[in-house]
């Protein structure tokens, strides 16, 4: 595992727990004290013991120094989360506390609240008044009681607390981990492509966060003034000239490129991705050898390289940069992945970094390119679909930033994953690398050259598909389908992957259908798919996406995650409660972007 210390410099945000406990003296605060603070201990120990920051830490919890009886005990609560840098609020109590006086003011923060259902003391009771109090100053804080009623002695947490615990935290924890962070744009809009107009009032007012623009001619003035660490550079092409291997060129043998044009389009390509990193999220080796600005990057936590087509008309294509970036493993050694969007297709990078931040695990940038009716697929190959695929599949495939790890060649109990990366072996990067091979660009669409990754996503793997779609007059706007990655048989594939770009990487994905709405059909889920892109993560996260884009005051319009899975702020209810979907629009206008 690689040092990553510089690239978590600013530190992580932490969660802050709040006892909360009924003021009054000589009697009924002396006997609380210890339930309530045991409540807090415990939910500290859940979330660390659970959720980890994008370096592999433990996260951390602050709990308040003392109980909080009255807005006295608020105010200090307050001073010290602030001081100890807290992101995420949470308010346990076993008791019936006095609401208004008692709870967390930030409203620029998530706010959950946990009341002990126990009925010797009434700490649901004080969840109900507190939530009012939240609905009636328009603060939205998410309410957590167990479905059981507990001992008052219990000090466990209830496993259905625990779920909605965890939710909350670590969604919250990406809320608070974005704000103050950059999107870097390098180039500006690709090929026309909406996504690639870098909206900052989007980043600003819902995220929380800059957007930072460079000219891709930074790219030439950085190898001609060869502003990278060199030793690095010789390391990292000695790496992937050993670990990459150049796959056969696609090109008609008219317009193939030379062999030495093809070995200096390798040094281009591995000098782009050490540069995209730097201007990223800097490198103090540039300081020492006299670039103390460059050394600084972006503060970027995601970024987009438009490439197409400037670029890539005259340029090896980003394709290299974007998915060795994109992925958990490099000639440094194992290491978090940085992430990077095909076409700078900003909004496809923000569904990427919430995927990211959610689990931990590198993210499939992709085009989704084709549906495949089991009809078509039997008219084309004779091959009858089925399975999770027994009513089609999306061909989901592109040249640029998908990880190596979508190849699926990591494992946990024998079955494909994508692991956080400080669960991955060396012999499962090395295993995702010798299943990647490196293909000569088609020089009809990337004049430059350049090398597209190629490989074929294993099947069987939970998979959720998500993008963010701008709509004017309402602003931001979630999709998410929630799925499996499906194999098919060798020369099925073949036929299917040579009709279209062969030399980029295939993952087939067939979406969960539920007989309502955009799931009734594959068909339906592609048709109503908002852009070009979208971003696969590993496992069913679409839960997770749901309540963070409820912090976020996103609307979703399309998902198909069972309807106990989702948990939103409590005062989403009081929006309506017969169509979830349109009560979520009201209550994201009403309440507006978190940071307006
Ligand atoms: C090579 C082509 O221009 C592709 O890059 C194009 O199909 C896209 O990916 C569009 O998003
Ligand atoms: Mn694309």
């Known amino acids: 595992m690689v040092d990553t210390a510089y690239r978590f410099q600013s530190g992580f945000p932490k969660i802050g727990i709040r006892p909360t406990i009924d003021g009054r003296r000589k009697g009924v605060r002396e006997s609380l004290e210890v339930q309530t603070m045991n409540m807090a201990q415990s939910v500290a120990d859940l979330i660390s013991e659970h959720l980890r920051y994008p370096n592999g830490e433990r996260v951390e919890c602050v709990i308040a120094d003392s109980t909080i009886g009255g807005v006295a005990e608020a105010a200090a609560c307050a001073d010290k989360f602030a001081r100890e840098n807290v992101g995420v609020s949470i308010t346990v109590t076993p008791c019936w506390c006095y609401g208004t006086e008692t709870m967390d003011m930030n409203a620029s923060i998530p706010n959950a609240v946990w009341g002990f259902n126990g009925t010797e003391r009434p700490g649901a009771v004080y969840l109900a008044a507190v939530l009012s109090g939240y609905a009636q100053k328009g603060i939205p804080a998410f309410g957590i009681y167990g479905q059981e009623v507990q001992e008052a002695s219990d000090t466990s947490i209830p496993e259905d607390v625990k779920g909605k615990l965890l939710s909350f935290a670590n969604a919250g924890l990406v809320v608070a981990y974005m704000r103050g962070k950059s999107y870097l744009s390098m180039g500006s809009v690709s090929m026309g492509i909406a996504g690639s107009i870098v909206n900052d009032a989007f980043f600003q007012e819902y995220l929380g966060m800059r957007t930072e623009y460079i000219d891709m001619s930074e790219f030439v003035r950085r190898f001609e003034e060869q502003i990278y660490d060199v030793a690095e550079y010789e390391k990292a092409l000695a790496w992937t000239k050993k670990n990459c291997l150049e796959g056969p060129d696609n090109n008609p043998a008219s317009i193939q490129t030379t062999r030495e044009q093809k070995d200096k389009d390798w040094e281009t390509v591995v000098k782009m991705a050490l540069i995209a990193r730097d201007l990223m999220v800097g490198n103090p080796r540039l300081a020492e050898l006299g670039f103390g600005e460059e050394a600084m990057g972006h503060n970027a936590i995601v970024s987009g390289f438009q490439g197409q087509r400037q670029w890539t008309d005259h340029f090896p294509n980003g394709d290299f ?275 307006n």
């Open 321 to 595: 940069m974007e998915s060795i970036l994109n992925s958990s493993f490099d000639w440094n050694g194992i290491r978090p992945p940085f992430l990077v969007s095909t076409e700078n297709d900003s909004l496809n990078g923000v569904v990427m970094l919430f995927g990211y931040l959610l689990t931990n695990t590198a993210q499939i940038f992709a085009d989704v390119r084709t549906y495949w009716s089991p009809e078509s697929v039997k008219r084309v190959t004779g091959h009858e679909l089925s399975g999770h695929a027994a009513g089609g599949i999306l061909h989901l495939i592109n040249s640029g930033s998908a990880t190596l790890d979508g190849t699926g060649e990591q494992q946990r109990d024998g079955k494909p994953v994508l692991k956080p990366f400080w669960e991955i072996t060396e012999k499962e990067a090395a295993d995702c690398l010798s299943a990647t091979s490196w293909r000569p660009a088609g020089v009809e669409y990337f004049r430059g050259g350049g090398y597209s990754s190629d490989f074929l996503t294993r099947g069987g793997m939970p998979m959720t598909m998500s993008r963010i779609n701008l709509v004017k007059g309402i602003g931001p706007v979630l999709q998410i389908a929630e799925g499996y990655s499906v194999d098919l048989p060798a020369d099925v594939h073949d036929t299917l992957d040579k009709r279209t770009d062969s030399t980029w990487p295939t993952t087939w994905f067939a979406p969960i259908l539920t007989g309502e709405g955009a799931f009734t059909t594959v068909y339906d889920v592609m048709d109503n798919w908002g852009a070009n892109h979208g971003s696969i993560s590993y496992g069913h996260i679409g839960a997770d996406l749901i309540t963070l884009a409820s912090m976020l005051r996103i609307p979703v319009n399309m998902h198909n995650v069972p309807e106990e899975k989702i948990f939103r702020p409590r005062v989403w209810g009081l929006f309506g409660t017969e169509s979830k979907e349109s009560a979520d629009y009201r209550a994201c206008s009403n309440f507006g972007p978190l940071y």
